[in-house]
């Protein structure tokens, strides 16, 4: 029998089954606050709630908290449902502010990247026309004289089919101004297709909207189709990360149809909120946007699209497409106009997705025929493609959120508040670090991780293995639930009044995810015979590759250690390379080409890539003569 349950702080109530779990039953309330980063396995604890008053099924024992009596806290994802129940949700870092550091320049696209205002071409097309009206002599139908213009104006014999929707609107449209009308006109399949007819020569601005769907943000641009110009950008965090922090927790997530549908909605809600901020900011009603160009990894193209992700994780990690077709916009979810055309950045397997393809195309490497480059997208997943206009090979490593603050003690995403450079002395008499935002710090940031690891090891305060030093000074060091720290801001000096505190534990984490990307380009050089010093280039992708201190990267392990000037910030490329799509057609056909070259390696296959992992467990590398410059 259903039970009523209630949430607190919001007071949301309704009735769920029997034996459902309660994170499951927040789902169905439409209780959205709790977090499950590790997917529902139990391990993250972000999805703490105490039973205020009720009880609760947790491995086959009820448990029951009378009404006024002392709370119990569980996870909610271990916990069932027996009967009626209020929850409080337990507050802590997933709440984190939602305000981001995303950078001043997100919207800049290098003008060498953007095609001549001749070479144009959106999807969609917006065509003026003058349709000849109805004679004696000529009393052909209102449909057919339409195709006639259009077939003028594009200089094309194609057939012609018109929308259902535009059909109806034309016979108006056509004698309220004398034949003058504005038609929305897709014209990369046949048949050309009529979206909508107006009447008059409609004065509405052109725009589009390019959006990269990152496991962590999502970003938008609305573009001027006219000239490529960015007029108005927005970003914020994935609204799927509530269930999982990375993409195998949230492909075990989505392991039903009900949580799919749950996935697609909260990633669907980040994407129209965004859609909607820009298109506010340049007062563009939603229906005047025909053209959408998304790019993303795999599994978030999935997600969004509703589709089963469970083979993506499973051998031999076959994906259900990795080039969708053009959609539109009602099939996708967007709130734009309902049929606008929606284009994907193809991807080239389970793990290296449109988000990669899309990327590599802003760079010069893809037009070098003589010298070979590094393209590493550093965020929750680590995908690094090596090559140049000859051949193109790409692979992904499983680096995992800590970048992103998951797992780590004193960990957060980059907001208000987050540590995002740190330097120390070796007494650790001098700290200091820069705050998002300024002011006193909350956490450390993935920036802020690198650059702490990087300075507690040149400084001797970690050995190689990453534990705390005997020369680390005691009154810094502490111990927090069973683990040794070291104390980076007393309680004091902290916005939560709490010391920030990075423990071994934290630290043993860091390594394994920098000795993921590291060993990944280790051994995705060793296939083609080549060392770190062949490299001409590297190029660094991603919102969070952009703060990245390069020397501390190094001295870490994480970046191979080459010349510094050999390393080029790209910013979120995925996002560029989707705004280049949007509004050229060569573009979107060179990028399928280049979808098509790349080879995709699997390298969970390879079991040389273990090797290489475990020799990247330590500070840089148990092979300290890679690391020349690293004293």
């Not at 870092?93 to 060498?112: C, F, N, V, W, Y």
Request: proline share 5%.
């Amino acid at each position: 029998m259903p039970h009523t349950i209630t949430f607190l702080p919001s007071n949301k109530t309704g009735l769920v089954a029997s034996g459902i779990r309660i994170s499951d039953a927040a789902t169905t309330i439409d209780e959205f606050d709790l977090h499950l980063e590790c997917g529902g396995k139990g391990t993250c604890q972000k999805c703490l709630v105490e039973l205020v008053a009720g009880c609760v099924e947790i491995n086959d024992r009820i448990f029951t908290v009378a009404k006024g009596a002392k709370p119990l806290r569980i996870l909610s994802c271990q916990g069932r449902v027996c009967g009626e129940g209020v929850f409080s949700i337990v507050a802590g870092r997933a709440h984190e502010a939602a305000t981001m550091s995303l950078g001043k320049d997100i919207a800049a696209i290098p003008p060498g990247l953007l095609p001549a205002a001749q070479d144009i071409s959106p999807i969609v097309t917006t065509l003026r026309l003058c349709v000849d009206q109805p004679g004696a002599e000529s009393n052909f139908p209102d449909s057919q004289r339409l195709e006639t213009q259009v077939w003028s104006v594009v200089k094309s014999d194609a057939p012609v089919s018109i929308e259902p929707s535009a059909l109806r609107s034309l016979p108006n449209a056509l004698r309220a101004d004398n034949g003058r009308i504005t038609v929305r006109l897709r014209k990369d399949a046949e048949p050309m297709t009529v979206l909508s007819v107006d009447a008059g020569d409609k004065e509405s601005p052109d725009v589009g909207i390019a959006c990269d769907i990152g496991t962590t943000t999502v970003s938008v641009h609305c573009v001027d189709l006219s000239t490529g110009k960015v007029l108005a950008t927005s970003s914020d965090y994935n609204g799927q990360i509530r269930r999982g922090a990375d993409v195998i927790s949230r492909i075990d997530y989505a392991k039903n149809d009900q949580r799919i549908g749950e996935m697609r909605t909260l990633v669907l809600a980040t994407m129209n909120g965004l859609i909607t901020t820009v298109l506010d900011n340049m007062h563009i009603p939603a229906d005047e946007v025909f053209n959408v160009a998304l790019a993303g990894n795999t599994t978030m193209i999935h997600l969004l699209l509703g589709l089963p992700s469970q083979a993506i994780r499973e051998s031999p990690y076959v994906p259900v497409v990795n080039a969708p077709p053009v959609m539109r916009a009602w099939d996708v979810g967007l709130n734009v106009h309902p049929l606008a055309a929606v284009s994907f950045a193809p991807g080239v397997g389970s793990y290296v997705g449109g988000d990669i393809t899309s990327g590599l195309l802003t760079t010069p490497m893809i037009h070098d025929k003589h010298a070979m480059s590094l393209f590493m997208d550093i965020g929750t997943n680590g995908e690094i493609a090596i090559g140049n206009a000859e051949f193109l090979m790409a692979a992904a490593c499983s680096a995992g959120p800590a970048f992103e603050g998951s797992g780590i003690k004193c960990g957060m995403r980059a907001a208000l508040g987050a540590i995002e450079s740190f330097e120390t002395d070796a007494q650790m008499n001098d700290v200091r670090y820069s705050v998002i935002g300024g002011g006193k710090p909350k956490g450390v940031c993935g920036s802020g991780l690198i650059s702490l690891l990087g300075e507690l090891y040149t400084k001797g305060l970690i050995d190689r293995a990453g534990k705390i030093s005997a020369s680390a000074p005691a009154r810094s060091i502490a111990k927090i639930d069973g683990t040794t720290g070291l104390v980076l801001a007393q309680a004091a000096d902290t916005l939560d009044g709490a010391a920030i505190v990075i423990t071994e534990p934290d630290i043993d984490n860091l390594i394994r995810t920098k000795g993921a990307i590291y060993a990944a380009c280790d051994l995705m050089l060793a296939n083609i015979g080549l060392s770190v010093r062949d490299i001409s280039h590297v190029y660094i992708a991603g919102g969070f590759g952009r703060f990245i201190d390069i020397d501390k990267a190094v001295r870490i392990g994480m970046l191979p250690d080459i010349p510094r000037d050999k390393f080029t910030y790209l910013g979120n490329s995925s996002l560029t390379g989707a705004t280049l799509c949007l509004v050229s057609k060569a573009r979107r056909k060179q990028l399928a080409a280049l979808a098509k070259r790349v080879t995709y390696i699997d390298l969970s296959s390879d079991h040389r890539y273990m090797d290489a992992y475990v020799a990247a467990l330590f500070l840089p590398h148990t092979d300290a003569s890679r690391f020349p410059s690293v004293k």
